[in-house]
């Protein structure tokens, strides 16, 4: 039971308020399942704490919180939301096999509900650039606190595992009373952006899509995706929250994420696109690729589609991401449909080339045979795979870190991810941001160059810099 001290200081002065009155009933049974650890298995199992709050908005919630890593989480089909402050296990290393190691422990946990959150790097080969060293190569993470929310209200959960965190009855029981709610007061606004730095710039990125183009005639290599990375400094730290809930709002039908390893430094995007969903042994993914902006007029817009869906270079290079996805899931599943056209995907600012893939897993498969398959697709690597990775590690003079690599979460009964893309790194007072086109045979440099600028134009555009940012 908690001390009348402390269960005072969590009520406060006078009549407690609906979250103060959550910490109390979150820290009553944290303390009754801390005191009693008796019986838990010596390796840890997964206790997860919960407990119903009043209406809280999930970011304004994350940007109250003093603990990390810091995170969001928020599906493609809108809706429920998670954002989690601290650590209860942490699982890193250097490739997906290590993601295996969870299923013991969530599966041990006997709650569904259980999920590490966490992603890694595009490349883990390639030497890490200092700025992507606080995220690792593969990290996921088991947070110590959980706010989900949703249509019906929110959720705050505290996970425990034991009888490890028997040992830290109090430091868990501080962090409980150390939960702080939103204030209420408007975050401001983002500063005005000083310089811009390009990498490649003009001339660098013309003569890596003409190597590119020289290769193709060479044979063995179909398709390779090029990205740029523009930095952005600005006269003042950047709040991360702040381009989250821009985000949020500039992007509803997007997976959106949030990963800030320590303060001052995040990653944060919002991917259209799945890498893969499991429930159960059934498995979904996408082959998407190519695109166009969202016209200004209902008759702009239509032209825009059907031009999408008449290019032949957009087909071509789709086609080589669809072929990838087959030949990743393949020998993996049972059965494996690949919807046979291909669709629109549209987005508030843009349109892709969509073609959905299903498929049932073999008995045994795990996450992480699948997530080794299919990182990267041809859509933000190339195909085949290894020539067209080999032509990036060459080619492009920075390194990509988390962009375009796996993120998401892992359960015992279910998982997803996505592909990190259409997202910027956060240092400082320093904002990166990361695009990438598909080159085939046929490509001209100065039109992909200006693919990627509108793909960075729309973000920059989310984030309320628009023309500044040029």
Same mark, same amino acid.
């Given at each position: ?76 089909? =809108? ?44 490349? &883990? ?17 088991? &947070? ?16 425990? /595992? ?46 890596? /899509? ?82 166009? &902006? ?29 072929? =990838? ?33 299903? +498929? ?75 695009? +990438? ?34």
């Amino acid at each position: 039971m908690l001390s009348s001290e402390r269960a005072g200081r969590i009520r406060g002065a006078g009549a407690p308020d609906d979250a103060a009155r959550a910490r109390w009933v979150l820290a009553e049974k944290a303390s009754r399942v801390l005191s009693s650890p008796a019986g838990y298995p010596d390796e840890g199992r997964v206790v997860r704490l919960s407990v119903a709050v009043g209406p809280v908005d999930a970011l304004g919630w994350l940007r109250e919180q003093r603990s990390y890593p810091r995170m969001h989480w928020s599906g493609r089909e =809108g809706g429920a939301g998670i954002s989690a402050v601290g650590i209860a296990d942490l699982q890193t290393g250097g490739e997906p096999e290590d993601i295996d190691v969870l299923h013991k422990r969530l599966l041990e946990s006997g709650d569904g509900d259980v999920r590490y959150y966490g992603g890694g790097r595009f490349d &883990p080969g390639r030497v890490v650039d200092e700025e992507w060293e606080p995220f690792g190569a593969y990290s996921f993470v088991l &947070p110590r606190f959980e706010l989900h929310t949703g249509e019906e209200g929110a959720t705050l959960v505290c996970n425990l /595992v034991l009888p490890r965190d028997a040992a830290r009855q109090e430091e868990v029981l501080d962090q409980i009373e150390g939960l702080r709610t939103p204030s209420g007061v408007p975050a401001g606004t983002l500063p005005e952006p000083l310089y811009r730095k390009d990498a490649p710039g003009r001339e660098g990125w013309e003569g890596n /899509v003409g190597r590119a183009l020289a290769a193709f005639s060479e044979g063995g290599l179909g398709k390779v995706v090029l990205a740029r990375r523009a930095e952005f400094g600005f006269g003042e730290d950047l709040d991360g929250i702040l381009l989250a809930e821009e985000l949020r709002d500039a992007a509803p039908d997007c997976f959106r994420f949030y990963v800030e390893p320590e303060e001052g430094v995040a990653f944060l995007g919002a991917s259209p696109e799945r890498l893969f969903r499991r429930e159960g042994r059934s498995v979904r993914s996408e082959a998407v690729a190519g695109t166009r &902006p969202r016209g200004v007029s209902s008759a702009e817009d239509e032209g825009l589609r059907d031009e999408l869906l008449g290019s032949e270079k957009d087909r071509s290079e789709h086609g080589f991401v669809k072929v =990838g996805i087959r030949e990743a899931l393949g020998p993996l599943c049972t059965g494996l449909e690949v919807e046979s056209g291909v669709s629109e995907m549209k987005l508030a600012s843009r349109r892709h080339l969509v073609s959905r893939v299903r +498929g049932e897993l073999r008995e045994g498969v795990t996450d992480a045979e699948v997530l080794r398959a299919l990182h990267p697709t041809p859509a933000v690597g190339g195909y085949p795979g290894g020539p067209a990775l080999e032509g990036i590690r060459e080619l492009e003079p920075f390194d990509r870190g988390w962009w375009a690599g796996p993120i998401g979460w892992v359960g015992a009964d279910a998982s997803e991810f996505a592909v990190g893309i259409r997202s910027g790194l956060i240092r400082g007072r320093t904002l990166a941001l990361f695009s +990438g086109a598909g080159i085939v045979p046929g490509s001209r440099a100065e039109e992909e160059w200006a693919e990627v600028e509108q793909k960075i134009g729309d973000f920059t555009g989310a984030f309320g810099l628009g023309n500044r940012a040029r």
